[in-house]
């Protein structure tokens, strides 16, 4: 009887074939680093968005519970208002009682009846600017602190680009939170081509 013969020993892999692979995972490389860096940054907006939505309700509700007013402002220390109407750096929502001095107070740790109510930490990658750089209050009945239809209030959410700057695009588009009515919250995403506040430079939106 004839002898079986061995198997055929597997064979190495060429030079070839190694450059076509590496060269098939360059190419996947490229197309996937940039969508999942999208998806990253659709996340911070959204993220963000729902952070700052939920504050601003809760401090709606608060105001009604408490009889008091409270105010929501940006902070970038957790310990004082920034004045100004970027919100990406932090804010917080603080009560005190109502009085002559009326709403829109800073906030002050050591003022009799200012109670810290919640902080938010800085927010990465994003832009967040409120239509002017007051705090926003609401007040026992849980109404907003201002006449919306003579001054409406809004904050604009973006993701930030490579060179620093908010930009609202179809693959990462940015948000706009207004207050509507006596303190309602509507959340609406910017259309293809609306300019993601104008005049932001260096962390600031120039309003």
């Known amino acids: 009887m004839e002898a079986r013969r061995p198997g055929r020993l597997g064979r190495g892999v060429t030079l070839l074939e190694l450059l076509v692979t590496l ?7 490229m197309v996937a680093v940039p969508s999942f860096n999208n ?3 659709r996340h911070r907006v959204s993220s963000a968005v729902t952070q700052l939505r939920a504050d601003l309700a809760y401090a709606r509700a608060e105001s009604v519970m408490r009889g008091t007013f409270v105010s929501l402002c940006p902070s970038n220390d957790g310990a004082a208002c920034d004045h100004d109407a970027s919100y990406a750096s932090g804010w917080i929502v603080y ?8 709403a829109d107070q800073a906030y002050s740790a050591g ?35 201002r006449d919306l239809n003579a001054k409406p209030v809004h904050f604009t959410i973006c993701a930030l680009s490579t060179t620093g700057l908010p930009e609202n695009t179809s693959a990462v588009p940015g948000v706009q939170m207004a207050l509507v009515g006596a303190g309602s919250i509507t959340v609406t ?12 430079a260096g962390g600031n939106p120039l309003l």
């Open 23 to 29: 060269a098939m995972l360059a190419i996947l490389t």
């Open 39 to 41: 998806l990253l940054r």
């Open 95 to 102: 009560t005190y009682p109502t009085g002559k001095q009326g």
């Open 111 to 145: 003022k009799d009846g200012f109670v810290l109510l919640r902080e938010a930490a800085a927010q990465a990658g994003i832009a967040i600017a409120d239509t002017d750089s007051k705090m926003l209050s609401y007040g026992q009945q849980g109404q907003v602190k």
């Open 189 to 200: 995403t910017l259309s293809p081509g609306d300019s993601c506040m104008p005049g932001y």
